[in-house]
């Protein structure tokens, strides 16, 4: 059973970079797309952006200039970096598998990071 | 740009039918599908491919898309199913993720 695991920081300061990570076991990055979707306090699910194993990628245009996700074939794992964050990127943050079967839905998540940011 | 629109909240009377609607143009041509999400928790996947069950999913569960509408329905409601529900699709002009701003269900 695959399971998604995250770590990271609950707590960034105003202008810093928010980093996080999400483990994947009992399956491996390849031949998957892997996700990084947050939800602010109240609100709606906004995909930030989503990875290919090989490194291909495909931002939010609203977050674009800020992002980075990654993957480490190595460890399993794929990470997110939104710099410059703001009060407005107070947010819980899943990662999350992709399918790309037809339809393209998300069949796994990971437990969810709530990041604050505040000084 | 493409939206996914739902009605912010339903309501429902234990073991009666809920439908929880989500619109986009021309909505039938794409796949549909569908996440709970309780309080604190992760969204799950409960329906995808506009009709299909993951395992583990009650049967009570179930979908369908045709014209600008795609709609999950939940025969004989129980307090549990009691959650907000998100509509997704793909919209492959863009390859990006479409997700509706979501519907509280209220069984009472």
């Known amino acids: 059973q695959v399971q998604l695991q995250q770590s990271g920081p609950g707590l960034v300061k105003p202008s810093e970079t928010l980093s996080l990570t999400c483990t994947v076991s009992g399956g491996s990055l390849s031949s998957y797309y892997w996700t990084w979707i947050r939800q602010p306090p109240g609100k709606e699910l906004e995909c930030i952006g989503y990875?290919?194993?090989?490194?291909?990628?495909n931002y939010n245009p609203s977050l674009k200039s800020r992002v980075t996700i990654s993957p480490d074939t190595s460890k399993n794992q794929f990470s997110l970096k939104l710099n410059s964050v703001t009060a407005a990127d107070t947010a819980v943050y899943y990662c999350?598998?992709?399918?790309?079967?037809?339809?393209?839905?998300?069949?796994?998540w990971g437990q969810g990071t709530l990041v604050t940011v505040s000084s | 740009s493409y939206e996914l629109t739902q009605p912010p909240s339903v309501s429902v009377s234990p073991g009666q039918t809920a439908s929880v609607t989500c619109s986009g143009d021309k909505l039938g041509n794409k796949y549909a599908c569908w996440y709970q999400q309780k309080p604190g928790q992760s969204p799950v996947l409960v329906i995808y491919?506009?009709?299909k069950r993951p395992s583990g999913i009650p049967e009570r569960f179930s979908g369908s898309n045709s014209g600008n509408t795609a709609t999950l329905t939940i025969s004989g409601t129980q307090a549990m199913d009691e959650a907000d529900y998100y509509c997704q699709a793909w919209d492959s002009n863009t390859a990006w993720v479409l997700f509706g701003g979501g519907t509280n269900l209220t069984v009472l």
């Open positions: 491919q506009n009709t």
């Open positions: 999350a598998r992709l399918s790309p079967v037809a339809g393209w839905f998300f069949d796994h």
């Open positions: 990875i290919y194993y090989t490194g291909t990628a």
